[in-house]
């Protein structure tokens, strides 16, 4: 019954930016976790932010100083905003939502939004 639906991303040139949105059918205070996750063709899916239920973010070594991820808890959104895009940043970018109950973990996703930095 979760929801999420991504949206803002487009083409840019190298050093531009773009900011990521992901909106949710649920309260995103309810998620463990959300995140979002980038996949180039012929890699694997990576995770490259990730916000916690507490506010507290983690990024992946290659993002680090350029992406920030942010929540607005009122509209039930997440964002990932891209500063100084590099061509390598090129990928589908998808939002996750993640519930820990009990033993178990559910991931829910949204369909993706194209990204491509290119000069």
């Known amino acids: 019954q979760v929801e999420l639906v991504e949206s803002g991303g487009g083409l840019v040139q190298p050093g531009g930016s773009l900011r990521l949105s992901c909106a949710t059918s649920?309260?995103?205070?309810?998620?463990?976790?959300m995140g979002w996750y980038r996949q180039a063709p012929g890699k694997q899916r990576e995770l490259v932010a990730v916000i916690h239920s507490g506010g507290s973010t983690n990024y992946v070594d290659s993002v680090k100083g350029r992406f920030a991820i942010s929540r607005d808890n009122g509209k039930s959104t997440v964002y990932l905003q891209m500063n100084n895009l590099k061509e390598e940043d090129t990928a589908v970018y998808y939002c996750?939502?993640?519930?820990?109950?009990?033993?178990?973990?559910?991931?829910?996703w949204g369909q993706g939004t194209q990204v491509t930095v290119s000069s």
């Open positions: 996750n939502a993640a519930h820990w109950a009990g033993m178990e973990t559910y991931d829910y």
């Open positions: 649920g309260n995103i205070l309810s998620f463990s976790s």
